[in-house]
Structures are given as C-alpha cells and as structure tokens.
C-alpha cells in the first residue's frame, strides 16, 4: 500500500506552540519499523493550477509570498515561513497521489499528514493553509472528466471523522451535487460556527465506542441511500481518542479501530477506491496519538490485501 510523506518539510514554531509537528516524523519511523507492507513516499506538492481548483488565486499567491495580513495569519495558526508554504503544497500533493494510486487500480492508498478540513476556498484556519481533500476531489473530478468525456461525473463522498467539524470542506461543496461531506464530530468543539455538511452528526462530551459506532453505523446508512460514491476520501482523526488534549471524546483504541475497520468495509462492500489522510490528533503524549494512526494503517493494509486478491483473480 503506498503512502506519501512530507514531515521532512518541518515548521520552524516558537516554544511552547501546541501543534504537535514531531507526530508526522514518528508516525513514518514507525510504519518503516513495523509495517513492511506499507510503501512509503515523498509528496510532491501540489502546483499553483491544482491548488486554484478549489483556492483563490490570490490566497494561494498570498500564501506562496508571505503576503497573508497578520489576523489571517493567525487564523491559520502558523507563523509563516517558506517551510509552512511548502509544507502546505506538499500535504496537498499526497492526497492528490494517494487518490491517483487508489483509483489506478490499488483501491487504497494514504497520506501521512493531511486531513486539512478547516481551509475554506480563500483563507485557512485551525492549523489548515489548503483543504487537501478538497482539491483531490476536484482533481480526481477534472482527470476523470478528461479521460472520458462522455462518462458522468466522477461523484467523491469526504467521510470525515476527526473531531472537529470539517467547515472548510463542508463549504467549498456546500451547492456541489457531485460531491458528498459526511461529517461526525464533537457538538461543542472548535469550529464553534459551523458550516451545514450533507450530513452532520454531532457528538456529546464523553462519548464512548458504542454510542460513536453506533452513530457512525447511522451515518453510513443514511449515505448509501442518498449517493453512491466512486471515490472515497476518509479523514481518519486520531482526535476522539480518550487520551487527546482536544478532543473531548472518550474511544478507545480498539473503537478507533473499530471504527477504521466499519469505514473500509463500507467502502470495499461496493468496491470504492478509497485514499485516507490522518487528520487532526493532539494526545497528552504524542506517542498516543501515533498509535491510533498506525492501528489505521494495519487495518487499511487488510483492506488493501483484498483488493490485490480482487486485481489477482480477474488477471
């Protein structure tokens, strides 16, 4: 299964900034130490014409330059820095390549970073300078339009399940037929304003493994019978795990698991092709968080092992 990194790409923060930038190097060191089956690669960034797809022409020359006003800045939540407008690119590009490697044939593939749901079209926020998977999406839309001029467009459902609301997407798509944004996520968390979703579901404080899964298993539902996806993007948020600094939630790892594992098997039952990103994760030990990320992936590889077995047996 390929997977695309970009943690050398390491933003310069002050002392004491809350986001944990470390958590991206360890999550590779780890899959390189445990999980063989797991390719890893480079991500190229995302050019100016991918990212305008989705973004203004003018945020995106902004952010390139270092020209954002200080209060936009500060939105997004990083000082900026060649490294974070690089950075930035590049976490777009491994979702575009993670899409691209899963509709080619593989039927999954991830980024290791990514999950940057909180961009809107002309500003970022939350720690989010481009929506990663809305520009896949896009892409994915435009590429398969041009292989196939007659064929209908290509419908991607974004299943997003980190913690907080993904508003940035949910309004990009927000008038977009093509395009479905599931999203579940703490009722009281950040964004406090949020955008309407094709389909929210909010979460009380201390939710546990039964009630989200059983929310979850709602949701789903509820998709299937309303769009029927050939592309998946998941968001798969360490966040509502119990042990996270912002997550208000109480899973566990076996639930998070549970749960990776309900998202797959949905997307496999119809034969989907799916890339997976891993989104938001703030544990009171980053080691924590790492470990929810890397139970994704040895569950992800059990989903990639089918669709090799499917590829073997129609050659």
């Known amino acids: 299964m390929h997977a695309y990194y970009a943690d050398h790409f390491v933003l310069p923060l002050p002392p004491g900034h809350r986001f944990p930038m470390a958590k991206y190097a360890r999550l590779r060191q780890r899959l390189q130490g ?40 500060r939105e997004i939540g990083f000082p900026w820095s060649p490294a974070m407008a690089e950075r930035a690119r590049r976490s777009v590009g491994a979702t575009v390549q993670a899409v691209r490697q899963a509709m080619a044939g593989d039927g999954i593939a991830a980024n290791l970073a990514g999950g940057t749901h909180h961009a809107h079209a002309d500003r970022g926020s939350g720690f989010c300078v481009f929506n990663d998977a809305a520009v896949a999406a896009r892409l994915a839309q435009t590429e398969h339009a041009r292989r196939d001029r007659t064929s209908a467009p290509l419908r991607v459902a974004v299943i997003d399940l980190d913690v907080h609301q993904g508003n940035g997407t949910a309004s990009i798509f927000a008038r977009d037929e093509t395009v479905f944004t599931l999203s579940l996520h703490g009722a009281r968390n950040f964004p406090f304003r949020k955008e309407a979703s094709d389909l929210d579901v909010e979460l009380p404080d201390g939710c546990d493994d039964d009630a989200y899964l059983e929310a979850l298993e709602r949701a789903l539902e509820d998709m299937s019978h309303r769009f029927e996806p050939g592309l998946i993007i998941y968001l798969a948020g360490a966040d509502p795990h119990e042990g996270d600094r912002l997550g208000r939630l109480r899973l566990s790892f076996d639930g998070l698991e549970a749960r990776d594992r309900r998202v797959f098997d949905w997307a496999w039952q119809r034969r989907v092709p799916l890339a997976f990103t891993m989104a938001g994760g703030y544990g009171h030990d980053i ?23 499917r590829t073997a047996s129609s050659a």
């Open 34 to 73: 445990e999980l063989p089956g797991v390719v890893l690669r480079e991500a190229l960034p995302a050019s100016d014409g991918e990212l305008a797809l989705v973004h203004a022409p003018a945020y995106v020359q902004a952010v390139a330059q270092g020209t954002l006003d200080p209060r936009a800045q």
């Open 287 to 309: 080691e924590t968080t790492v470990q929810v990320q890397v139970n994704t992936y040895r569950a992800a590889l059990d989903y990639r092992a089918r669709w090799a077995r």
